[in-house]
């Protein structure tokens, strides 16, 4: 049983525009949420965090929410760029010190057009 | 400073066949961590190791076995190839901290 979903496997968005990417999960006991981002045989890349305590955390070009109450959490990506193209990938951890095991969702295509 | 390194990147495994991966990191991490990741299903965790001598089941153990030998190396082990174990697989560290994940090994069992 996942418990965390990415129900969008795919978005399409201009080059300049804003890419949100969803993410929700289903295990109250998760602390600390994290978004990768994947490129075609690469392993994937540590993007940006959140820990439970906050609602908000931006670094750059890249916002992630999220709602607890909800038990949802959404990447920004302002403005998208065509090197943006990548599977990004939302993971969650009820690890309070080492992070460790992550459970990640199926992870979503983002394709950003000229 | 390679990070998070493994072997090999490619593999064609007959039914039955054993092999073993291997994964490296040179960050000074304390755990290290394998993953699978199949079509539509994300990463799943196999085996994974809090600190040097220490290794726990993850999410998906069956068929696999683990060996951190040091602090810097952590391997996985297909004892009997099935079908079933085709997949990427990642080798990831940490800290704490975010895990750092190597480039993947493509397993293929015929």
């Known amino acids: 049983d996942q418990q965390v979903k990415q129900n969008s496997p795919s978005l399409s968005v201009q080059e300049g525009r804003i890419s949100i990417l969803n993410c929700d999960y289903t295990n109250s006991m998760f602390d600390y949420f994290l978004w990768y981002k994947k490129y075609p045989a690469e392993g994937p890349t540590f993007l940006i965090s959140?820990?439970?305590?906050?609602d908000k955390n931006e670094d750059g070009r890249f916002t992630v929410f999220l709602n607890k109450s909800a038990k949802h959490l959404s990447l920004h990506i302002v403005p998208s760029q065509p090197g943006d193209s990548a599977v990004y990938f939302c993971?969650?951890?009820?690890?309070?010190?080492?992070?460790?095991?992550?459970?990640f969702g199926a992870g979503t295509q983002v394709v950003v057009t000229p | 400073n390679a990070g998070v390194t493994q072997t090999p990147k490619f593999q064609v495994l007959k039914t039955g066949q054993s092999m073993t991966l291997q994964c490296a990191q040179d960050m000074n991490h304390n755990s290290m961590y394998w993953y699978r990741q199949d079509p539509g299903m994300g990463l799943r965790l196999i085996y994974y190791s809090a600190s040097e001598g220490t290794t726990d089941k993850g999410e998906v153990p069956n068929g696999y076995n683990v060996s951190r030998l040091n602090k810097r190396e952590f391997s996985l082990r297909l004892e009997s190839a099935a079908p079933s174990q085709t997949s990427v697989y990642f080798c990831?560290?940490?800290?704490?901290?975010?895990?750092?994940f190597g480039p993947g090994t493509r397993l293929l069992v015929l």
């Open positions: 959140i820990s439970s305590i906050k």
């Open positions: 993971a969650a951890s009820e690890e309070t010190d080492s992070w460790g095991k992550l459970q």
């Open positions: 990831a560290s940490s800290a704490p901290g975010p895990e750092y």
